[in-house]
T-cell receptor
Framework: QQQVKQSPQSLIVQKGGISIINCAYE??????FPWYQQFPGKGPALLIA?????SEKKEGRFTISFNKSAKQFSLHIMDSQPGDSATYFCAASTQGGSEKLVFGKGTKLTVNP | DVKVTQSSRYLVKRTGEKVFLECVQD?????MFWYRQDPGLGLRLIYFSYDVKMKEKGDIPEGYSVSREKKERFSLILESASTNQTSMYLC?????????????FGPGTRLTVT
């Protein structure tokens, strides 16, 4: 019940296309859903996050869509660029102060020029 | 700018050696974390500390211990390194509160146990 299931494991997109990564969870106590981006040789860095009181959050070309009833959330990257090539992790956590995140297994995105 | 630093980028150790991985953060964060990252398995939490001298087991604590004597420093200890502990180790830190604080990650230590 603590898992976050992420798909696909890898994704290849042409420059200018839309990249979509999906995550699903079981624990209804989760109430914070961040996405982290990791470039080779670097640690992950927060990209965008959402709470379940909204269904969508947009920051530039990056959008999180959240479906509370389906217990799913997804990351959309519009106008994908070669510089977006990285590994993306979805995650979830619960209120309570521990700040522990449960991570998905990651999606390696390659954007071809 | 938040900075989380890890003592080594690359480390090669022999089976049975005691290994120390050090992590330092400069943002006065209450929480610190140690993760292990393996291909296809994502980030798995080894240990978590929410205060000095306080620790909590994560999902895969077996074979590891931790130490937090100062707020800014969190050490991961492999008491007797084994080949299955060859991995990328990531340290992170965050503020403590009601949930939803960003975790800041260090660059990672790639440990090879031979």
């Amino acid at each position: 019940q603590q898992q976050v299931k992420q798909s696909p494991q890898s994704l290849i997109v042409q420059k200018g296309g839309i990249s979509i990564i999906n995550c699903a969870y079981e624990n209804t106590a989760f109430d914070y859903f961040p996405w982290y981006q990791q470039f080779p040789g670097k640690g992950p860095a927060l990209l965008i996050a959402i709470r379940p009181d909204v269904s969508e959050k947009k920051e530039g070309r990056f959008t999180i869509s959240f479906n509370k009833s389906a217990k799913q959330f997804s990351l959309h990257i519009m106008d994908s660029q070669p510089g977006d090539s990285a590994t993306y992790f979805c995650a979830a956590s619960t209120q309570g102060g521990s700040e522990k995140l449960v991570f998905g297994k990651g999606t390696k995105l390659t954007v071809n020029p | 700018d938040v900075k989380v630093t890890q003592s080594s980028r690359y480390l090669v150790k022999r089976t049975g050696e005691k290994v120390f991985l050090e992590c330092v953060q400069d943002m006065d964060h209450e929480n610190m974390f140690w993760y292990r990252q393996d291909p296809g398995l994502g980030l798995r939490l080894i240990y978590f500390s929410y205060d000095v001298k306080m620790k909590e087991k994560g999902d895969i604590p077996e074979g590891y211990s931790v130490s937090r004597e100062k707020k800014e420093r969190f050490s991961l200890i492999l008491e007797s390194a084994s080949t299955n502990q060859t991995s990328m180790y990531l340290c992170a830190s965050s503020f403590s509160g009601t949930g939803g604080y960003e975790q800041y990650f260090g660059p990672g230590t790639r440990l090879t146990v031979t």
